[in-house]
C-alpha cells in the first residue's frame, strides 16, 4: 500500500492496480533485456511504442502477452 496526501486527508492508494505501460527501464528491471536492445526493438516496430510527450512506453498488455503468462503446451 502506498499513501498518498491530499488536500490534508490521506488517502490510500492500493498498488494492485493493474499498470496500463511500462517503461524501458521497466523491462530492464524485468530482465527482458538492455536498454540499447529494448530501444532498438521499438524503432524497428517490433515492439509497440506508446509516445506521451517525450516518453516512449510499452503497453501492459503487450509485455505480458509475450512475456509475463506462462507458454501454453499442447
Known amino acids: 500500500?502506498?499513501?498518498?496526501?491530499?488536500?490534508?486527508?490521506?488517502v490510500k492508494w492500493s498498488m494492485s492496480m493493474t499498470k496500463a505501460a511500462y517503461s524501458v527501464r521497466e523491462l530492464v528491471e524485468l530482465g527482458l533485456g538492455s536498454q540499447s536492445h529494448i530501444r532498438r526493438l521499438m524503432k524497428a516496430n517490433i515492439?509497440?511504442?506508446?509516445?506521451?510527450?517525450?516518453?516512449?512506453?510499452?503497453?501492459?498488455?503487450?509485455?505480458?502477452?509475450?512475456?509475463?503468462?506462462p507458454a501454453q503446451t499442447n
Open 47 to 69: 515492439i509497440p511504442v506508446i509516445r506521451l510527450g517525450h516518453r516512449e512506453l510499452i503497453p501492459a498488455y503487450w509485455v505480458e502477452d509475450n512475456f509475463l503468462k
Open 1 to 10: 500500500m502506498v499513501f498518498i496526501y491530499v488536500k490534508e486527508q490521506m
